[in-house]
């Protein structure tokens, strides 16, 4: 009979290893305030973050869009490394 029992699962099948509950609660917070529209919200929020040159601000916002939709916070990410290695500008 042991030969047709499961073994029984050690992990949770959505547990990637990240066990950052400051994160989760506050995204399932923007997630109670915003519904589906969230990940749009906190993009918006990272945006505002990263116009006012609040860095650390932004990556939160950024971690919170990427709990919702990893392409979208995937490509903030790549938009706020590239607006750090931009040439900078001299006046002559």
């Known amino acids: 009979m042991r030969a047709f029992v499961k ?8 547990d990637d290893g990240n066990d950052d509950s400051q994160l989760l609660r506050a995204a399932l ?3 109670a305030n ?6 749009r919200a906190a993009r918006d929020e990272a945006e505002r973050a990263l ?8 990556e939160a ?6 709990a919702f939709d990893r392409r ?5 990410k790549r938009e ?9 500008t001299y006046s002559r």
């Open 72 to 76: 979208q916070g995937a490509r903030l």
């Open 34 to 39: 915003h519904g589906l529209n969230a990940a």
């Open 61 to 66: 916002w950024i971690d919170i869009c990427s």
């Open 7 to 14: 073994p029984a699962i050690s992990t949770a099948a959505n």
């Open 51 to 58: 116009a006012t040159g609040d860095r650390s601000g932004a």
């Open 80 to 88: 706020m490394s590239a607006q750090d290695i931009q040439p900078a």
């Open 29 to 31: 917070q923007h997630f």
